[in-house]
């Protein structure tokens, strides 16, 4: 069984950063694309950034230039550095991950979520 698990969320002030990570484990033939994903309260949850096994990257328009996805193939885990943080960031974010647990088989996997709130 394959599980990602976040961690990284908490409270700041407007303008500060967080960092956030997220591990894939259990029986993995290979991570594909990684991405993170955030639902705000009384909104659908929305894709923020991706990044594929090559590390090619994508943003959603409001977070670029602020967010950085990276991460390390070796450790199947994905960061997402948040900076210049905002009111409107608020949200639980959660990881999710296409895996492979054979070379035929595998799917997205989702992480349980962890709440990011930026508030003065």
């Known amino acids: 069984q394959v599980q990602l698990v976040e961690s990284g969320g908490g409270l700041v002030q407007p303008g500060e950063s967080l960092s956030l990570s997220c591990a894939a484990s259990g029986t993995i033939y290979s991570v594909r694309t990684m991405a993170w994903y955030r639902q705000a309260p009384g909104e659908e949850r929305k894709l923020v950034a991706s990044?594929?096994?090559?590390?090619?990257?994508k943003y959603v328009d409001s977070v670029n230039g602020r967010f950085t996805i990276s991460r390390d193939n070796s450790k199947n885990t994905v960061w997402l550095q948040m900076n210049g943080l905002k009111p409107e960031d608020t949200a639980v974010y959660y990881c999710?991950?296409?895996?492979?647990?054979?070379?035929?088989?595998?799917?997205?996997?989702w992480g349980r979520g962890t709440q990011v709130t930026v508030s003065s």
């Open positions: 999710n991950a296409n895996i492979a647990t054979t070379m035929f088989e595998g799917g997205p996997v």
């Open positions: 990044i594929t096994a090559g590390g090619a990257t």
